[in-house]
């Protein structure tokens, strides 16, 4: 059956693939051809050889109120509400992704987020009323703008765990600590698309809070602390390869003991990462500095790189609630951070975000 009647399937499909991201669940309503053309892995790879896979930016978002003063002011504050916020950074666009059904009370508290495909996958985290630790997972598909439910997440219970994606297919869960708060060391791999979860041999050493980066084609777990040592950051990492399916260390991977959950990959395939007031790059074995944080930025909740530029999320102290976002043009000299605009609504506390390309 053709794509489009009277056009040859490849003028089409060409046609198909230059539509909007928030078109896709329509025009895969359109019939069951469209449907199936739009949900195959292969249309996600031809927009991005084509060059028009456009940037999405996630965030488990705390929501905001208008708080009203004893003297009659109002100001805005984070509620103990999160869900999950959407930033187009094209077009400055901001919008909330529809609520996961089961969950009506917010996210799990502490969940993790990761980018896969055409999917946005929901992992772990404590019911937001009762903190029971969660192993759920949930995963959100752009392209027919559903939820459905992930296979949940095998073996003890998990918190505070390092988890990144290779952006096509698997995803890494590392460390984190259990029920007792005693770290870990184990690891598991989520193949999204069989929805299946595979043992994977355990780290050399135990990493809670740790950071899981997709670099150079291998897993790298970056820092975190073992049970003893809780809150003193690790400046080593462990390196999975697929090939052998065992893990190496690499030791001195950091410069300083600091945690590494601002840790991203760039454009142009170099780590970086928030550190003493600087955004540093790993060049070879050494980092250097950058550039210096926003003069109202102290705090760093979430860094990624996108489209040449460098995204910062954060604030001037921790006891602060609200979020603002920064943006550094990596191609620009002299580098100056540009405050992004963004709404009220999306100013709300930020503890954890991804990046994906649809």
Sequence with gaps: MDLIPGLPNDLALECLIRLPIDQFSKAASVCKTWNGEIMLPEFRKRRTTSGLARPVLSMVQ??????????????????????????????????????????????????????????????????????????????????????????????????????????????????????????????????????????????????DECKVVFHEGKFHVIGGYPTLAQGHFEKNAEVFDFATWQWSLEDDFLSVNNSPHTCTEGDDGRLYMCQDGDVVVKEHATWQKLARLPAQISNVAYLTACQGKLILVGNAELSEELHSVYALDMNEKPRVWTKVETPDEYSGHVQFGCYLEI
């Design 62 to 207: 705390a929501m905001v109120a208008t708080v009203k003063k004893p003297q009659g002011d109002t100001t805005l504050s984070s509620t103990q509400i999160y869900r999950l916020s959407i930033s187009d950074p094209e077009n400055g666009c901001w919008y909330d992704l529809p609520p996961i059904p089961e969950l009506i009370d917010g996210l799990p508290k502490f969940c993790r987020i990761v980018g896969v495909g055409s999917d946005l996958v929901v992992i772990g985290g404590c019911d937001p009323v009762t903190w029971r630790v969660m192993d759920c997972v949930f995963i959100y598909n752009f392209i027919s703008g559903t939820w459905r439910r992930g296979a949940d997440m095998p073996g003890q219970q998990r918190l505070f765990f390092g988890c990144g994606s290779d952006s096509d297919q698997v995803i890494l869960v590392a460390g984190g600590h259990d029920d007792e708060k005693n770290a870990l060391k184990s690891v598991l791999l989520y193949d999204v698309v069989k929805d299946e979860w595979v043992a994977v041999p355990d780290m050399v050493m135990q990493r």
